[in-house]
Each structure stands twice: as structure tokens, then as C-alpha cells.
């Protein structure tokens, strides 16, 4: 990877969408492995959304590497030491337990009452693998960036986990909006939980910038950054859960509203660094 990155708006969807396909599988995993039997419908509908998002993800790196052959390029050796080879792989692996994930969830749904216990283990064995390539997929878009030598982005250890937490948010998010009438038991709790991890994060990645957070405080992305980032990813949907009760209506306004900020937290982030 060349050490000044130029990246198109594929590249910044990518991060987004890779970002919310492993939230949405860790939750769903979570779900699984520690839930009740009230918390599978959260387990069902995070792996539904898994694998489509992460199918979107090479056509988004497709689209800006311009020709299909460079993208099937980066699967005909594994180096370690390139972090588009680790990375293209590691989506691949992804890929692969997010489709055995949804098929053992359709199996279970067709199976006799008696056997879904036995399709209920293989899928949570499934799951703590799955999490851990769900883990690399939304953490190692921030290392690749802290790889460059760009201004934000140059030696900053706090853009992967930032991602990581920001992608458990909207991973919630995107299952409370797609979930319908299923009771997301218990699920609030760790939702907000995701979202206050996130908050955490964001302010020691500003705090390490030092001098250049200004650039989002006070400078051109500000108006982006306060109105996006901090009152509608964060500062109104925590109002929101804590004021408006937990009706359907409240907790779809409250996802789209996490889907937003999270969405803006990682262009903020990559604009930045190319400014």
C-alpha cells in the first residue's frame, strides 16, 4: 500500500459497509452464545444482515480498483506483510462463516423442535471464529490508515478500535431496524453500552491528535462533526432511550440516527487525512 492514499468514495462506503456487517455478526454471535432463547430473533437477523453486507464489500473495492482482474489479483498470494493481502483475505474468511452462519439459521427454522438445540451449538462454535474475522474487518480499515504517513491518520493507534466500537453500534443499529416487531430483548443495554464505548474512543483518538483534533473541532469538517458525529450519532440517541420510552417508533429513530453519525464518523476520518 502506497503511504499517501488517495481514496474514492467506494473506498469510504467499503469502510462503512465492512464496518457494519462485523457489527452486525458480533451482535448476532453475542446474542447466540450468552443470549436466551428470547434473544434469538437479535441472533437470527444479525447474521441475515451479515452476509449481504459483506457480498457488497469486494464490489465496492472492485468498483474503485477499476477492473475485476486486480481484484481477483490480490487472492493469488497471501502476503502478510501487505496489509490490502491480510485484509482482502481476511473479508474472504469473513464471507465464508457469515454464509454457515445463515444457513444454520435457515436449517434451524426447518428442522423438528427437537433437533434445533443440536443446530444451535454448531452455530455459536461457528460464531466465535466468525467474530474474531468480524473483529479484523472492522478494526484493520483504521491500521491500514494508521500505516500512512498522513497528517490524523500517521502512527494514531486509536482509529482501529474506534472503528471496531463504532461498527458494534451501527451493527445494533441496522438489527433494531430490520428486526420488526421482535423483541430485541436486553438488547438496549448492550447497545448502549457499544455507543458509550464508542464515545470513549473517539475522545482519546481526538485527545492524541493534540493540535490537529482543530481540524474537527473547531476547523472545516466542525459543522460535520458536531452536528453528525456528536448530536445525531450520539448526543440524541442516548436522549432519546433514556426520555422517549422503548416504542417502535423511538428505537427506529434512534438506529437511523446511530447509521448516520457512524457513517459520517468514518468519512470525517478518512477526509481528514487526505485534506
Known amino acids: 500500500m502506497g503511504k499517501n492514499p488517495a481514496w474514492s468514495w467506494y473506498i469510504i462506503w467499503y469502510f462503512f459497509v465492512g464496518g457494519l456487517a462485523a457489527g452486525a455478526y458480533f451482535m448476532a454471535a453475542l446474542a447466540d452464545l450468552f443470549g436466551r432463547e428470547r434473544a434469538q430473533p437479535v441472533a437470527r437477523v444479525g447474521y441475515a444482515i451479515a452476509l449481504p453486507l459483506a457480498l457488497v464489500c469486494p464490489i465496492l473495492l472492485t468498483l474503485d480498483l477499476g477492473m475485476p482482474v486486480r481484484t481477483l489479483y ?12 491480510v485484509g482482502s483475505w481476511a473479508l474472504l474468511g469473513f464471507g465464508v462463516f457469515a454464509l454457515v452462519s445463515l444457513i444454520l439459521v435457515l436449517a434451524e427454522t426447518r428442522m423438528a423442535p427437537d433437533r434445533a438445540p443440536g443446530i444451535r451449538r454448531l452455530r455459536r462454535a461457528v460464531g466465535v471464529p466468525g467474530m474474531l474475522f468480524g473483529f479484523f474487518i472492522a478494526g484493520y480499515t483504521g491500521v491500514l490508515l494508521g500505516a500512512t504517513n498522513r497528517p490524523v491518520w500517521g502512527g494514531n493507534v486509536w482509529i482501529g478500535p474506534l472503528f471496531i466500537a463504532s461498527a458494534a453500534s451501527v451493527g445494533a443499529a441496522a438489527i433494531a431496524l430490520w428486526a420488526g416487531r421482535a423483541r430485541l430483548a436486553g438488547f438496549r ?3 448502549v453500552i457499544a455507543t458509550a464505548l464508542e464515545v ?14 482543530a481540524i474537527f473541532l473547531t476547523g472545516s469538517f466542525a459543522p460535520l462533526f458536531w452536528g453528525a458525529v456528536v448530536v445525531a450519532g450520539v448526543a440524541l440517541p442516548f436522549l432519546i432511550r433514556f426520555f422517549a420510552g422503548a416504542g417502535r417508533g423511538p428505537e427506529l429513530v434512534t438506529a437511523a440516527l446511530l447509521l448516520v453519525g457512524g457513517f459520517a464518523l468514518r468519512y470525517l476520518v478518512l477526509v ?3 485534506a
Open 74 to 85: 490480490m487472492f493469488r498470494l497471501f502476503k502478510i506483510d501487505s496489509p490490502m493481502s
Open 189 to 191: 443495554r448492550l447497545d
Open 200 to 213: 470513549l474512543l473517539l475522545v482519546l483518538f481526538l485527545q492524541s491528535l493534540g493540535a490537529a483534533a
Open 272 to 274: 481528514s487525512g487526505q
